[in-house]
């Protein structure tokens, strides 16, 4: 069981960039292994299912999602892509859609209290090219990419707190974010569970300054030079699925993020909040 002497341990550890390093290689090695190593027949429950459980068999499913997306540049449309989704779970590894986590050993504090642990690895489309938006004109291109890291959730009868922090593993904008997020479960009879939560994420000005900022060579007369800064992102969401029977369910989730000033302040944004609709499909097997 982990003491408080070593929790302080593990925090200053943290702390150290090299470490930090060390932690996100990692995490790309475990992601990379386990993907190569996963047998085809095995995959997770559908959204609040109860597969992957300690001592349980791997469970796997399969479906289909469409995403909207409305960022916050001036002018964007609205986004919407189709894509196929993949869920496998068992009592090492989760994968859903573009994300993995690599679960790590669990520290039980108390009865109906328990702390997860876990690497993550996954796929983040932000980003943009210049024929996104008239004001992106003569922009360089913005990329996604893989962002990898940790991750710790406090698990109770009453809510689940969560923790992430994560890197750009792919290099592009070299930034780093944090996040917390709190979130409760209720069952609605045997078929409905919705699921609400509030969240925060910090965002280096790194971050900021590669998805938002106006180089020196981008500046025109519509467009002022800004250099990024870090900043505090909020979000209110809500996560519903519905389970037809035990391999058959669909599920919507909606998030709004409430943008941090040095979002707001760039001169490539003119809205306060972005917002996102995912509704998907899984079947498992």
């Keep these: 069981m982990l003491t408080q002497k070593r929790l302080l341990s593990l925090a200053r550890s943290l702390a150290d960039p090299h470490v930090r390093t060390a932690l996100l290689r990692a995490s790309l090695s475990s992601a990379a292994v386990i993907c190569a190593a996963a047998p085809s027949g095995v995959l997770a429950a559908g959204p609040g299912g109860p597969a992957g459980q300690e001592g349980e068999s791997s469970s796997w499913g399969l479906g289909v999602g469409v995403v909207s ?49 876990g690497l993550v690895a996954k796929w983040d489309g932000s980003g943009y090219e210049a024929g996104d938006a008239p004001i992106l004109n003569g922009m360089a291109e913005r990329k996604g990419g893989l962002w990898a890291g940790a991750k710790a959730s406090w698990k109770s009868d009453i809510a689940e707190l969560g923790a992430e922090w994560t890197a750009d593993a792919s290099g592009h904008s070299k930034g780093q974010r944090l996040a917390l997020t709190l979130e409760r479960s209720w069952r609605l009879g045997q078929h409905v569970m919705l699921t609400p939560r509030l969240g925060a994420q910090w965002v280096d000005k790194k971050y900021v300054d590669y998805y938002y900022g106006v180089r020196a060579s981008e500046v025109t007369a519509a467009r002022a030079a800004y250099q990024g800064k870090s900043t505090v992102n909020g979000e209110l969401g809500l996560r519903g699925t519905y389970l037809f029977n035990p391999k058959n369910a669909v599920f919507v989730d909606v998030g709004v993020t409430s943008l941090g000033s040095g979002i707001k302040d760039s001169p490539l944004v003119d809205g306060s909040t972005e917002n996102r609709v995912f509704v998907g499909y899984l079947y498992r097997f």
């Design 69 to 117: 997306t409305q960022k916050a540049y001036k002018d964007i449309d609205r986004e919407n892509r189709a894509l196929p989704m993949i869920q496998y779970e068992n009592r090492w590894v989760r994968v859903f859609g573009p994300g993995l986590t690599v679960k790590l050993p669990r520290w039980q504090v108390a009865p109906g209290h328990q702390v997860d642990f």
